[in-house]
């Protein structure tokens, strides 16, 4: 697509539900990533993936964190038995992935509320 | 590790220059980006720098780069309201590495 696109932009859930995040990146952009901003701080990086391998997790909080890209395209972040502290905006990135400055081009993000 | 700091706050008035500050710990970060976040709207990229460079210039932005003191500077002239935003500070470490980025410098212009 024209841009990366998030779904949903808005996520209300109660404490203990799965919620699973989706990313459409730019096409044909090998690298995909995902961070999440709290209120008032910068993006923090949680993972990201070249093609559909996972080249890094060391950013995920804990093991009830999980994303996947299956086809080297679209992803998903998987956010099981959630918890309050897990409010956040969750933005995700793609870039070409060729050498050189690596362009992060972000989507709107998918804001999540946990009650 | 890897460390972005910036200042939280910068006001000034229209027609001015603003000017926004970053330092950042790993001496051996590739490149450097400053983006754009306006209220409710994703993360815009600005401009970016490559290590090698002291200074970028792109119409009303200059980026400065001080690689010895690991300091990045952002001027924007003639800064105009719709200027008022947060900007994020990045490095990226060699081999196309993830962005680490500051906590953000929230600009407000006063008309």
Known sequence: GAGVSQSPRYKVTKRGQDVALRCDPISGHVSLYWYRQALGQGPEFLTYFNYEAQQDKSGLPNDRFSAERPEGSISTLTIQRTEQRDSAMYRCASSPGTAGANVLTFGAGSRLTVL | ?111
């Open chain 2, 1 to 111: 590790g890897e460390d972005v700091e910036q200042s939280l706050f910068l006001s000034v008035r229209e027609g001015d220059s603003s000017v926004i500050n970053c330092t950042y710990t790993d001496s051996s970060s590739t490149y450097l980006y400053w983006y754009k976040q306006e209220p409710g709207a994703g993360l815009q990229l600005l401009t970016y720098i490559f290590s090698n460079m002291d200074m970028k210039q792109d119409q009303r932005l200059t980026v400065l780069l001080n690689k010895k003191d690991k300091h990045l500077s952002l001027r924007i002239a003639d800064t105009q309201t719709g200027d008022s935003a947060i900007y994020f500070c990045a490095e990226m470490a060699p081999g196309n590495t993830p962005l680490v980025f500051g906590k953000g410098t929230r600009l407000s212009v006063i008309a």
